[in-house]
Nanobody, 119 residues
Framework: QVQLVESGGGLVQPGGSLRLSCAAS????????AGWYRQAPGERRELVAE???????NYADFVKGRFTLSREHANNTLYLQMNSLKPEDTAAYYC?????????????WGQGTQVTVSS
């Protein structure tokens, strides 16, 4: 069974940085598209950044120039480097991936990691 496990969240002051990690575990799988979403209390879940199956990286306008998405194929890990954090970045951050297991493609979600930006 494939699982996505996020880590790296926490409390940071405005202007600070955090790096989120999302590690996929299991066997016999292949990751295609992957990305990070976030959801603040009372708000809808929104896309932060994604890597498409073709390798293209897309960012939401509100994080362009501040966040960087990267992927390490060797250990099936996705990273989100977040710089110049703002209070409005406070949210639960979720990893998402399109994963092929055998001949079945499905969307997988991690459990989320909380990011709080506050002085």
């Amino acid at each position: 069974q494939v699982q996505l496990v996020e880590s790296g969240g926490g409390l940071v002051q405005p202007g600070g940085s955090l790096r989120l990690s999302c590690a996929a575990s299991g066997s016999g799988f292949r990751i295609y598209a992957a990305g990070w979403y976030r959801q603040a209390p009372g708000e809808r879940r929104e896309l932060v950044a994604e890597i498409t199956g073709g390798g293209r990286t897309n960012y939401a306008d509100f994080v362009k120039g501040r966040f960087t998405l990267s992927r390490e194929h060797a250990n099936n890990t996705l990273y989100l480097q977040m710089n110049s954090l703002k209070p409005e970045d406070t949210a639960a951050y979720y990893c998402n991936a399109d994963i092929l297991v055998g001949d079945i493609m499905d969307k997988y979600w991690g459990q989320g990691t909380q990011v709080t930006v506050s002085s």
